[in-house]
């Protein structure tokens, strides 16, 4: 088989002159997908009470960026739990500076240290996916600022509660993922078997 046939065959449907009617389904199908999240977030009590819509959409975005397999979604899953404890390493040790009188300059000083080791986990089988560490660390700070946690818990309660928000919900985005790769990949495989016929 020559290299253009073999290019071709692994090509997507919209550049395998599919028509649109046949390609239509994708779409219609993830915007089920997408659905069905608000529906879970309806009825998520109390089996998923730490899951959150908005941090799962995101983390099934990550799943594809990752690579679409599930050695790309468990480095997705790393990456977040890696992005959370750099969060709070940062917060620790914001807080210490803060302490020694660096004002404003206590959070920039506090960033770059964990920056660095961050950026060194590239190096590190499994957890080298640093985008997803990036992305987890940004929604953990957003879950720390914005969200209102039932209670009134303390600090290290409140950083294992958004831990668990983000960990739930990161989870749900990676099991969306693989169903979404596995239901395209059958169906492009059987409207690409069709065109052949």
């Known amino acids: 088989m020559s290299g ?25 199908f993830i ?7 608000m529906v879970l977030d309806i009825y998520k009590e109390p089996t998923l009470r730490h899951y959150l819509p908005w941090v ?3 983390a ?8 679409c397999t599930l050695k790309g979604g468990g480095k997705v899953m ?23 009188g660096l004002g404003q300059a206590a959070v920039p000083v506090a960033v770059f240290p ?9 190096r590190v089988p499994g957890f080298s996916f640093v985008p997803g560490w990036f992305v987890g660390a940004g929604v953990y ?25 983000l960990m739930v919900s990161c989870a749900v985005g990676m099991v969306y993922g693989i169903v979404t790769v596995f239901i395209r990949t059958r169906y492009e495989s ?3 078997g069709k065109g052949k016929k």
């Open 190 to 192: 059987l409207v690409k």
């Open 31 to 37: 915007a089920l997908l997408a659905s069905s999240m």
């Open 60 to 67: 099934w975005a990550m799943y594809f960026l990752a690579g």
């Open 56 to 58: 799962s959409f995101q």
């Open 4 to 28: 253009a046939a073999t290019a071709s065959s692994a090509a997507p449907l919209q550049e395998q002159h599919v028509t649109f009617g046949k390609f239509f389904f994708i779409p219609v």
């Open 114 to 122: 964990v920056v660095v080791l961050v950026i060194c986990a590239e």
């Open 78 to 100: 790393l990456a977040y739990l890696g992005g959370a404890a750099a969060s709070v390493a940062i917060f620790e040790l914001a807080g210490l500076c803060a302490g020694w």
């Open 141 to 165: 700070f957003a879950l720390m600022g914005l969200y209102k946690f039932p209670g009134d818990p303390g600090k290290w309660d409140k950083y294992l509660q958004a831990g668990l928000y």
